[in-house]
């Protein structure tokens, strides 16, 4: 049996506005991190949306050969995580509570292993000390270090990360990237992240898909996509790749294509 994620003829959109046409993704293994890069509006979050049943989507969506499209989304969502760039605002719920309704919608209880497991997750993050405060009262990136707690706990084999970055600050985005990749080796599962920062990508990816207009332009290694080309065609800059004193490659922006693509 193939595992991973495979798509095949996939569509997605909006009742009167197709954003992802035909789109077929040969492979995403267990065990790695997907970097979707892309400009705004490309059809990042829809196609993460979609992959979790909550947008309008046709073709095959195949999670270790099977259809998760053929499954009803109540079984669907015990597989398949999605973490929004926002959480919903007005929830009067102090962080534990909130991970331990993540944990029981996904069929899990809260056992006593159960709730050494959410503290340990929380240390992990370096949120333990917010335990007992009310998620109306965090700031911007503290919510974000909790929504990836909340989509931790729910075990997924699809783990689908909708900017989880934007609002932490440098040397929490590296930490938090980190813990993905640690989880994601150790659950063996499938992670796709949406990032802006293409060093993001060239640094903690395994693999990078780009989207551009709702196509999938590139699909390989970080530094098989993200070249001087395909910066040049998909978001309009000159940029050349450099290697950082540790031999890491790092992208350089000098400016804007002559003639802008968008
Ligand atoms: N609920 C909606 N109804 C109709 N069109 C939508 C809806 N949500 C998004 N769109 C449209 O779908 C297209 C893709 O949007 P999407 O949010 O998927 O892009 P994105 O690549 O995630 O962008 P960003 O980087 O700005 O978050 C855009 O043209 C957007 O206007």
Request: glycine letters at 10%; one cysteine or more.
């Given at each position: 049996?193939?595992t ?10 909006y009742p009167?506005?197709k ?11 267990r065990?790695?991190?997907t ?27 195949l ?17 398949v ?21 993540a ?6 209880s ?19 000390h917010l335990?007992l ?11 974000q ?5 909340q989509s931790?706990?729910?075990q997924?084999?699809?783990?689908l990360?909708?900017?989880p ?14 813990l993905?990749r ?22 903690h990816?395994?693999?990078v898909?780009m ?9 390989g ?7 001087p080309?395909?910066?040049a ?15 890491r ?12 693509i968008?």
């Amino acid at each position: 049996m193939m595992t991973g994620l495979q798509a095949n003829h996939f569509n997605a959109g909006y009742p009167r506005k197709k954003i992802i046409t035909d789109l077929s993704i040969p492979g995403l293994s267990r065990g790695e991190i997907t970097v979707l890069l892309g400009p705004n509006g490309s059809g990042k979050s829809t196609l993460l949306r979609s992959f979790a049943g909550l947008n309008h989507a046709t073709g095959e969506l195949l999670l270790d050969g099977q259809d998760l499209m053929k499954q009803p989304f109540a079984q669907r969502a015990k597989s398949v995580v999605y973490l929004p760039q926002s959480l919903p605002a007005g929830v009067h719920l102090h962080v534990l509570e909130s991970i331990v309704v993540a944990q029981r919608a996904s069929g899990g209880s809260y056992t006593e292993k159960g709730e050494t497991e959410v503290m340990a997750l929380l240390q992990q993050l370096g949120i333990s000390h917010l335990a007992l405060s009310y998620l109306d009262q965090l700031s911007g990136g503290q919510k974000q270090l909790v929504g990836l707690a909340q989509s931790l706990i729910r075990q997924p084999s699809l783990l689908l990360l909708d900017e989880p970055l934007s609002a932490l600050d440098l040397n929490y985005q590296f930490h938090v990237m980190d813990l993905v990749r640690k989880e994601t080796v150790k659950r063996n599962i499938i992670t796709v992240v949406v990032v802006h920062d293409i060093n993001i990508a060239l640094h903690h990816a395994d693999h990078v898909l780009m989207l551009q207009n709702g196509n999938l332009i590139a699909d390989g290694k970080p530094d098989e996509v993200i070249t001087p080309e395909s910066l040049a065609q998909v978001y309009g800059v000159r940029g050349r790749i450099e290697r950082c004193s540790q031999g890491r490659p790092q992208v350089l922006i000098d400016g804007l294509v002559e003639r802008p693509i968008y």
